[in-house]
């Protein structure tokens, strides 16, 4: 089984960018799609993003605009790009693989001035 790690959360200002990774520890070219999920404390788990091994993507509403997600299969990684972050992006950033329901263990991203 493939595992995910994330890594490229931190504190940010409001306005500002920041850059999430999701690295697998095997090729990425086999896993069919890889989901971006995030949650706020005391909030359930919602999806952000999905990018097929097709390069097709798909965005919450919320993000839709300001998120960019990419993978580059030679570095077996899967990037969430984060613009105009506000204070309600603040949450746990997970990666997963919805074909074996594979979670990261998460990255914290903090919007706050």
């Known amino acids: 089984q493939v595992q995910l790690v994330e890594s490229g959360g931190g504190l940010v200002q409001p306005g500002g960018s920041l850059r999430l990774s999701c690295v697998a520890s095997g090729s990425i070219r086999s896993i069919y799609r890889i989901d971006w999920y995030r949650q706020a404390p005391g909030k359930q788990r919602n999806f952000v993003a999905l990018?097929?091994?097709?390069?097709?993507?798909n965005y919450a509403a919320s993000v839709k605009g300001r998120f960019t997600i990419s993978r580059d299969n030679a570095k077996n990684t899967v990037y969430l790009q984060m613009n105009d972050l506000k204070p309600e992006d603040t949450a746990a950033y997970y990666c997963?693989?919805?074909?074996?329901?594979?979670w990261g263990q998460g990255t914290q991203v903090t919007v706050s001035s």
């Open positions: 997963r693989d919805p074909g074996t329901d594979y």
């Open positions: 990018i097929t091994m097709n390069g097709a993507t």
